[in-house]
Protein backbone atom coordinates (compact mmCIF):
# COMPACT_ATOMS: atom_id res chain seq x y z
CA UNK A 1 0.00 0.00 0.00
CA UNK A 2 1.62 3.09 -0.78
CA UNK A 3 1.59 6.46 1.63
CA UNK A 4 -1.72 8.20 -0.64
CA UNK A 5 -3.67 5.18 0.26
CA UNK A 6 -2.29 4.85 3.85
CA UNK A 7 -3.82 8.35 4.55
CA UNK A 8 -6.55 8.14 2.90
CA UNK A 9 -7.19 5.17 4.99
CA UNK A 10 -6.43 6.89 8.33
CA UNK A 11 -9.18 9.54 7.43
CA UNK A 12 -12.38 8.18 8.55
CA UNK A 13 -13.70 9.85 11.49
CA UNK A 14 -16.39 8.59 13.59
CA UNK A 15 -16.83 5.72 11.06
CA UNK A 16 -17.31 8.95 8.41
CA UNK A 17 -15.16 8.09 5.22
CA UNK A 18 -14.39 11.10 3.61
CA UNK A 19 -11.05 12.04 1.17
CA UNK A 20 -8.73 14.85 1.35
CA UNK A 21 -8.33 14.22 -2.92
CA UNK A 22 -9.67 15.94 -5.84
CA UNK A 23 -12.35 14.93 -7.26
CA UNK A 24 -13.76 15.07 -10.65
CA UNK A 25 -16.42 17.87 -11.10
CA UNK A 26 -15.67 19.49 -7.52
CA UNK A 27 -14.18 22.29 -6.72
CA UNK A 28 -11.88 22.72 -3.40
CA UNK A 29 -11.01 26.48 -2.42
CA UNK A 30 -7.55 26.87 -0.90
CA UNK A 31 -7.51 29.37 1.87
CA UNK A 32 -4.77 31.44 3.90
CA UNK A 33 -2.03 33.85 3.33
CA UNK A 34 1.62 33.03 1.83
CA UNK A 35 3.61 30.38 3.82
CA UNK A 36 0.65 28.51 5.12
CA UNK A 37 1.55 25.44 2.99
CA UNK A 38 -0.81 26.15 0.38
CA UNK A 39 0.45 25.57 -2.59
CA UNK A 40 2.36 22.47 -2.01
CA UNK A 41 -0.99 21.29 -0.48
CA UNK A 42 -2.72 22.39 -3.81
CA UNK A 43 0.17 20.61 -6.23
CA UNK A 44 0.01 17.42 -4.31
CA UNK A 45 -3.89 17.27 -4.71
CA UNK A 46 -3.05 16.52 -8.34
CA UNK A 47 -0.66 13.68 -8.25
CA UNK A 48 -3.19 11.34 -8.56
CA UNK A 49 -5.02 12.39 -11.08
CA UNK A 50 -1.91 13.26 -13.29
CA UNK A 51 -0.66 9.40 -13.29
CA UNK A 52 -3.58 9.19 -15.64
CA UNK A 53 -3.84 12.71 -17.79
CA UNK A 54 -2.46 15.64 -18.00
CA UNK A 55 -3.38 18.63 -14.99
CA UNK A 56 -2.71 22.41 -14.89
CA UNK A 57 -1.30 25.16 -12.77
CA UNK A 58 -2.03 28.63 -13.19
CA UNK A 59 1.16 30.97 -12.16
CA UNK A 60 -1.06 34.23 -11.34
CA UNK A 61 2.25 35.98 -8.70
CA UNK A 62 5.43 34.53 -11.01
CA UNK A 63 6.14 32.24 -7.38
CA UNK A 64 5.92 28.77 -8.65
CA UNK A 65 8.28 26.76 -9.99
CA UNK A 66 7.43 23.54 -12.07
CA UNK A 67 10.12 21.54 -9.83
CA UNK A 68 7.82 21.91 -7.21
CA UNK A 69 5.32 20.05 -8.81
CA UNK A 70 7.70 17.40 -9.85
CA UNK A 71 8.77 17.29 -6.57
CA UNK A 72 5.88 16.47 -4.71
CA UNK A 73 5.00 13.66 -7.30
CA UNK A 74 3.08 15.45 -10.53
CA UNK A 75 4.20 13.59 -13.91
CA UNK A 76 6.24 15.91 -15.95
CA UNK A 77 4.94 14.54 -18.88
CA UNK A 78 1.24 15.56 -17.66
CA UNK A 79 2.15 19.15 -16.33
CA UNK A 80 0.86 22.12 -17.98
CA UNK A 81 2.04 25.12 -16.84
CA UNK A 82 1.00 28.68 -17.67
CA UNK A 83 1.95 32.01 -15.56
CA UNK A 84 -1.15 34.09 -16.26
CA UNK A 85 -0.95 37.46 -14.37
CA UNK A 86 -3.23 39.41 -16.61
CA UNK A 87 -6.79 39.56 -14.38
CA UNK A 88 -8.93 40.36 -17.48
CA UNK A 89 -7.48 37.10 -19.36
CA UNK A 90 -7.55 34.80 -16.28
CA UNK A 91 -11.31 33.55 -16.23
CA UNK A 92 -10.98 32.47 -19.88
CA UNK A 93 -7.35 30.77 -19.22
CA UNK A 94 -8.64 28.87 -16.39
CA UNK A 95 -11.79 28.02 -18.66
CA UNK A 96 -9.69 26.79 -21.45
CA UNK A 97 -7.80 24.72 -19.39
CA UNK A 98 -10.92 22.90 -18.18
CA UNK A 99 -12.10 22.59 -21.43
CA UNK A 100 -9.44 20.35 -22.21
CA UNK A 101 -8.06 18.98 -18.87
CA UNK A 102 -9.44 16.64 -16.09
CA UNK A 103 -7.75 18.74 -13.45
CA UNK A 104 -6.70 22.27 -12.36
CA UNK A 105 -5.39 23.80 -9.99
CA UNK A 106 -5.40 27.84 -10.17
CA UNK A 107 -4.12 31.01 -8.16
CA UNK A 108 -7.00 33.85 -8.38
CA UNK A 109 -6.07 37.33 -8.44
CA UNK A 110 -7.03 39.71 -6.60
CA UNK A 111 -10.66 41.24 -8.04
CA UNK A 112 -12.06 38.82 -9.90
CA UNK A 113 -15.58 38.98 -9.65
CA UNK A 114 -17.55 36.66 -8.20
CA UNK A 115 -19.67 35.66 -10.95
CA UNK A 116 -16.55 34.43 -12.84
CA UNK A 117 -15.40 31.63 -10.36
CA UNK A 118 -19.46 30.50 -9.96
CA UNK A 119 -18.93 30.32 -13.86
CA UNK A 120 -15.41 28.64 -13.40
CA UNK A 121 -17.04 26.10 -10.85
CA UNK A 122 -20.08 25.17 -12.68
CA UNK A 123 -17.88 24.48 -15.95
CA UNK A 124 -15.87 21.99 -13.79
CA UNK A 125 -19.16 20.43 -12.32
CA UNK A 126 -20.33 20.08 -15.79
CA UNK A 127 -16.82 18.96 -17.48
CA UNK A 128 -16.26 16.75 -14.93
CA UNK A 129 -12.97 18.44 -13.93
CA UNK A 130 -11.29 19.21 -10.33
CA UNK A 131 -10.64 22.86 -9.98
CA UNK A 132 -8.84 24.00 -6.98
CA UNK A 133 -8.97 27.62 -6.47
CA UNK A 134 -6.25 29.31 -4.34
CA UNK A 135 -7.29 32.98 -4.30
CA UNK A 136 -4.92 36.01 -3.15
CA UNK A 137 -6.73 37.72 -1.11
CA UNK A 138 -8.08 34.46 1.04
CA UNK A 139 -11.30 34.61 0.21
CA UNK A 140 -13.95 32.61 -2.29
CA UNK A 141 -17.82 33.45 -2.40
CA UNK A 142 -20.21 31.10 -0.55
CA UNK A 143 -21.67 27.79 -3.26
CA UNK A 144 -18.21 27.86 -4.90
CA UNK A 145 -16.49 25.28 -2.98
CA UNK A 146 -17.41 21.70 -2.90
CA UNK A 147 -14.87 21.86 0.23
CA UNK A 148 -12.64 24.39 2.01
CA UNK A 149 -8.98 24.26 3.20
CA UNK A 150 -8.33 26.61 4.99
CA UNK A 151 -4.74 27.28 6.82
CA UNK A 152 -4.68 27.74 10.35
CA UNK A 153 -0.89 27.48 11.75
CA UNK A 154 2.15 25.88 10.49
CA UNK A 155 5.10 24.09 12.95
CA UNK A 156 8.72 22.94 11.68
CA UNK A 157 9.91 19.88 13.74
CA UNK A 158 13.79 19.35 14.14
CA UNK A 159 15.25 22.96 14.40
CA UNK A 160 15.63 24.34 18.30
CA UNK A 161 16.73 27.99 18.82
CA UNK A 162 17.15 28.42 15.62
CA UNK A 163 19.62 25.74 14.39
CA UNK A 164 19.60 22.28 13.20
CA UNK A 165 17.86 20.46 10.52
CA UNK A 166 14.54 21.40 8.98
CA UNK A 167 12.92 17.26 9.15
CA UNK A 168 9.09 17.82 9.12
CA UNK A 169 6.25 20.52 8.55
CA UNK A 170 2.87 20.36 10.23
CA UNK A 171 0.20 22.10 8.99
CA UNK A 172 -3.06 22.56 11.03
CA UNK A 173 -6.08 23.58 8.61
CA UNK A 174 -9.73 23.81 9.38
CA UNK A 175 -12.00 22.08 6.37
CA UNK A 176 -15.52 22.58 5.65
CA UNK A 177 -17.95 22.65 2.77
CA UNK A 178 -20.52 19.94 1.55
CA UNK A 179 -17.20 17.69 0.92
CA UNK A 180 -17.23 17.39 4.94
CA UNK A 181 -20.81 16.42 4.91
CA UNK A 182 -21.72 20.39 6.31
CA UNK A 183 -19.22 19.28 9.22
CA UNK A 184 -16.31 21.65 10.19
CA UNK A 185 -13.12 19.72 11.15
CA UNK A 186 -9.92 20.51 12.31
CA UNK A 187 -7.32 18.98 10.52
CA UNK A 188 -3.13 18.05 10.47
CA UNK A 189 -1.40 17.90 7.62
CA UNK A 190 2.51 16.31 7.47
CA UNK A 191 5.03 16.52 5.18
CA UNK A 192 9.31 15.58 5.31
CA UNK A 193 9.52 17.55 1.99
CA UNK A 194 10.03 14.50 0.15
CA UNK A 195 6.98 12.04 0.77
CA UNK A 196 3.12 12.88 -0.41
CA UNK A 197 1.61 14.74 2.30
CA UNK A 198 -0.11 12.72 4.64
CA UNK A 199 -3.01 13.74 7.01
CA UNK A 200 -2.29 12.61 10.39
CA UNK A 201 -5.26 14.12 12.64
CA UNK A 202 -8.94 15.11 12.36
CA UNK A 203 -11.34 16.51 15.06
CA UNK A 204 -14.19 17.81 14.79
CA UNK A 205 -13.82 21.86 15.19
CA UNK A 206 -15.21 23.28 18.68
CA UNK A 207 -17.34 25.80 15.92
CA UNK A 208 -20.53 25.10 14.08
CA UNK A 209 -19.94 23.51 10.73
CA UNK A 210 -20.57 25.63 7.92
CA UNK A 211 -22.60 23.58 5.40
CA UNK A 212 -22.24 25.59 2.29
CA UNK A 213 -19.22 26.68 0.18
Known amino acids: MDETATART???PGGTSWDLRAEPGRTIG???????????LG????????????????????WISPIA????????????????????QWPQV????????????AEVPVGIPDAHLRRLAALARSRGGALLLR??????PSGVSHLSL????????GADAGHGCLRRRHLQMRAWGKGM??????????????????????????????ATG
Not at 30 to 39: E, I, Y
Not at 69 to 88: C, D, K, Q, T, W
Not at 94 to 105: K, M, P, R
Not at 150 to 157: D, F, G, I, T
Request: charged share 25%; aromatic share 4%; no cysteine.
Open 69 to 88: AFEVGIYPEHLVFVRSRERL
Open 43 to 62: LSLLVDLSRRAPVAVVDVRG
Open 30 to 40: LLGTAGGGLTR
Open 135 to 140: PLDGRL
Open 181 to 210: GGIERLIEVEEDGENPLRVVAGMVAPTAGR
Open 94 to 105: VAALLEGLQAVY
Open 10 to 12: AMQ
Open 150 to 157: QSEEVKWN
